[in-house]
């Protein structure tokens, strides 16, 4: 009793001196502020044991009561309307909100509960934000005549206080449809409700801090290591070491293209050309099998979870390729990682083709007057990494020229130009801000982020990632017809190889059907089928259509540069930012400042591939 007694006061003067503080009451629960915030999250545990989804998520809020209820020395009852009204004297208002399982008769999945008039504002933001996360959930509101608690528990708050509207509450009941007839434990749809209520829960409590408290909500900002654990930067950096195993475009792509190339010309095109690769300097069944030894299911973060769960799929899949490459089954993999072609993409780049066959030939193929080699196109792009250095010191990184791979292309932040490549001045300051306007900002930008995946890549990351380099072409004016051609036919290409034709029947498809020179279509049908069929490929023109959309919005393009995301994973990267977890980017590209951006506005005229055509 004399230690129960002292630990109101020490609650009450953390409270009050902001200080987080976590008390175990021995054989009755748990009192948790990781952070002295303006609400309370309460689980009262029934006699029937301990709910695992409704525990664990009140363990991933900021301030969590846990605990058994029953008894005649109930003090913990007793003290939470006084920490309630202590943190409404800090912070104007205070938000209570208890969960609990519901009963038998319940209809729906979730029922929201409430009795006070102020707290139906909140109790249908919960509701959006929870059906907007799990729309295949049934949630319902109660207004009830009385304020919400458990069946046959006593009221957690005090009435003058909810009169006054002093204290806001709400109640959650939970149907167990995350269990079986025979009480098991149903862990993916447990993961759903825990999930779903968990983001819900965050965005409710940011709102709610915002509208109806004294501070301002920018002050609830988290800082990483006070919300995340110690095991979450684990599993960070264990997810972190089994992605720099290996390069995945390096071991996928050729070594030896050029040659290749002169063997097939002296075939006369009609050989399938044999490609070597590089070793795989891993065992793909031990990379999966460190991939599942993670314990990704103990996260409590549901937002941080499934951004490891997503890595860890997509890694799992890379090695399922890899495994495979150089036969047909590297393909299925790939439709898995990369994606399909859909109707709408392949008819969109016949339709590109077509407009800009259209136009007079002599106009369309009008040779460059100057070519730059490999060292040419280097020193561009070292000089534009020093531009870009003027933003943060700490921006470095490195061009290397090499005879091992084809073209160009950026592995982990790091420019790679073919010895053999050779680019038109015209197209070079568009292709140094694909490459490095894009690609490397976005890796450092991703490498200042806490995570490893915002530089590494996201899981689909690819498709926003190119519309983005691309939009970065037209926006500095090297979006040219003959560049929108080969976007258009890699689309083509790919959907050509998954009907099943061969190497030399893409090729010849490429050259006769649509014009392409006879290395263009080598390069274009190498791409696709390297490794035994990548359709990567089909990025580029679908990632800079849906960009298109995603400014004519008016959504924020700088955003898009905070590391390698896809578009559906934005309100997880707000609802991070919002938290402190994640950082703004901190490099800007050349091409969203002044004078180009002048350009973006004529992208709010149109919404159209074919304005950019050049007739």
């Known amino acids: ?11 009450l003067r953390a409270i009050k001196n902001r200080t987080p503080i976590h008390k175990q009451i021995p054989n009755r629960g748990k009192i948790i502020f990781n952070k002295i915030v303006p609400y309370l999250f309460i689980y009262r545990v029934p006699e029937s044991g301990k709910d695992r989804v409704l525990s664990e ?22 003290w939470i309307p006084k920490l309630t009204s202590a943190m409404a004297d800090e912070f104007g208002t205070c938000l209570l909100i ?15 509960h409430l009795s006070q008039k102020n707290a139906l504002v909140l109790a249908e933001y919960l509701k959006k934000n929870i059906e907007t996360e799990a729309p295949e959930l049934l949630i319902e509101l109660k207004k009830e005549t009385k304020l919400p608690r458990p069946p046959r528990l006593p009221l957690l708050v005090n009435t003058e206080d909810t009169k006054s509207n002093i204290v806001l509450s709400l109640g959650i009941s939970v149907r167990k449809t995350y269990e079986d007839i025979n009480g098991v434990h149903l862990p993916l749809l447990a993961r759903v409700f825990r999930e779903s209520l968990a983001k819900g829960l965050s965005r409710l409590f940011f709102e709610f801090v915002r509208l109806y408290t004294t501070a301002k909500a920018t002050e609830f900002k988290m800082k990483g290591q006070e919300k995340l654990y110690t095991e979450i930067y684990e599993i960070d950096r264990a997810l972190a070491k089994e992605s720099q195993k290996f390069d995945f475009l390096l071991l996928t792509t ?21 490609f070597h690769y590089r070793p795989i300097p891993i065992d793909p069944d031990i990379v999966k099998r460190n991939l599942y030894n993670l314990r990704i299911e103990d996260i409590y973060d549901p937002t941080i979870a499934y951004l490891f769960r997503d890595k860890r799929r997509e890694l799992d899949d890379m090695m399922t390729m890899l495994a495979s490459r150089g036969t047909s089954d590297f393909k299925y993999g790939s439709l898995m990682v990369f994606g399909n072609v859909d109707e709408q993409l392949y008819d969109l780049a016949k339709a590109v083709l077509t407009a800009i066959d259209s136009i007079a030939q002599p106009d369309r193929q009008k040779p460059e007057e100057e070519y730059l080699d490999a060292k040419a196109f280097a020193q561009l792009a070292e000089e534009e990494i020093s531009f870009l250095q003027q933003q943060s010191p700490t921006f470095k990184t490195s061009v290397r020229v090499r005879d091992d791979i084809a073209g160009v292309m950026v592995n982990h932040g790091v420019l790679n130009i073919s010895k053999q490549y050779k680019i038109s001045k015209r197209r070079a300051l568009a292709l140094i801000q694909h490459e490095v306007g894009t690609h490397i900002i976005t890796y450092f930008n991703g490498k200042e982020q806490p995570f490893s995946f915002f530089r590494l890549g996201v899981p689909g990351y690819e498709q926003l990632q190119e519309g983005l380099a691309v939009l970065a072409e037209y926006l500095v004016g090297g979006l040219t017809n003959e560049r929108l051609r080969i976007l258009a036919g890699r689309v083509i290409a790919v959907q050509h190889m998954l009907l099943g034709h061969s190497f030399v029947e893409t090729f010849d498809m490429l050259h006769e059907e649509y014009g392409f020179s006879m290395n263009t279509s080598f390069t274009m049908t190498m791409r696709v089928y390297r490794s035994g069929g990548l359709t990567k490929d089909t990025a580029y023109l679908q990632g800079f259509k849906e960009l298109i959309q995603y400014i004519q919005e008016g959504k924020d393009l700088n955003l898009l540069t905070i590391g390698k995301i ?18 703004p980017p901190r490099i800007k590209p050349r091409y969203l400042s002044e004078p180009y951006t002048e350009k973006l506005k004529d992208l709010n005229q149109f919404a159209s591939i074919f304005k950019m055509i050049n007739y």
């Open 57 to 78: 998520l009140t363990k991933s809020e900021l301030a969590s009561v846990i605990f058994l209820p029953n008894g005649d020395d109930d003090q913990i009852s007793q």
């Open 254 to 274: 050729p070594t030896n293209s050029h040659d290749a190339w002169l063997q097939f010309k002296k075939d006369r095109f009609r050989k399938t050309p044999i």
């Open 98 to 112: 208890e969960v609990w399982n519901a009963a038998v008769d319940q209809d729906t999945d979730i029922a929201i």
């Open 566 to 583: 896809r578009e559906d994973y934005l309100p997880i990267v707000h609802d991070l930012i919002q938290r402190g977890v994640l950082r």
């Open 1 to 11: 009793m004399e230690f129960k007694d002292k630990i109101l006061p020490q609650l």
